[in-house]
């Protein structure tokens, strides 16, 4: 019987400290948008089915995840998606040069709800100052989850990394619309159920 893929592990635990802890080998000459926490990196394959042009990479703490994307993307062909095994928010300043990312991704996050637990949520200031370093100059970060206390602090995270980053919207604005034309499997399920999504979308000023 296959090994059940647990739904939310704390990042923060000993087991996962270490990842690839390697750089990424990016292609050159191709954009480069990065989700952290991609899990089946459904978003991602249907990104790359819009802007196939460009490169995907999914940093995901599950090492099972991480084997089944990669598994996904070999069966599928010449589909530019790959999957890392990494804890982003350790292991992010060694896999992507500064000014390498057109594009992160952060949805729907673990909420992690009791105060306790809010330290290991994955935005934070100390992350923040990564993406900003790892952006391109004009390269985006899009925000987007179903909790909208989450959505707020993660806001207020951001909203303070200025000059570093820049809201689409204005300060201290969601923006509606999610323009990247894929859907991750929460997206898809909270729209459903006709639920509100939080999104952001800030800039690294070019």
């Avoid at 991602?44 to 089915?49: D, K, P, Y």
């Avoid at 090492?63 to 070999?74: D, L, S």
């Avoid at 599928?76 to 804890?87: E, I, S």
């Avoid at 992507?96 to 729907?108: E, G, K």
Wanted: charged share 25%; net charge positive; glycine share 6%.
């Amino acid at each position: 019987m296959p090994r059940r893929i647990r739904q939310h592990v704390n990042p923060l635990k000993l087991d996962y400290a270490v990842g690839c802890g390697a750089r990424v080998a990016l292609p050159p000459g191709r954009p480069v948008e990065v989700e952290l926490g991609c899990a089946d990196a459904r978003f991602l394959f249907e990104r790359a089915a819009v802007e196939p042009a460009r490169f995907y990479v999914g940093v995901e703490i599950r090492a099972e995840m991480v084997a089944q994307v990669n598994r996904k993307a070999r069966r599928l062909g010449d589909v530019p998606v790959l999957a890392v095994f990494a804890n982003a928010n350790i292991e992010l300043p060694a896999l992507f040069a500064p000014a390498s990312v057109a594009r992160f991704y952060v949805n729907f996050p673990d909420p992690w709800f009791k105060r306790r637990h809010h330290k290991r949520r994955v935005l934070t200031p100390e992350l923040v100052t990564t993406l900003c370093d790892q952006l391109e100059p004009g390269g985006d970060l899009f925000f987007q989850s179903d909790v909208f206390d989450l959505a707020l602090d993660a806001m207020e995270v951001l909203e303070g990394a200025a000059p570093g980053l820049v809201n689409a919207a204005g300060p201290w604005r969601f923006t509606r619309p999610n323009p990247y034309g894929a859907r991750s499997k929460r997206e898809s399920t909270t729209e459903r159920r006709g639920k509100r999504v939080w999104r952001m979308s800030y800039r690294r000023p070019a």
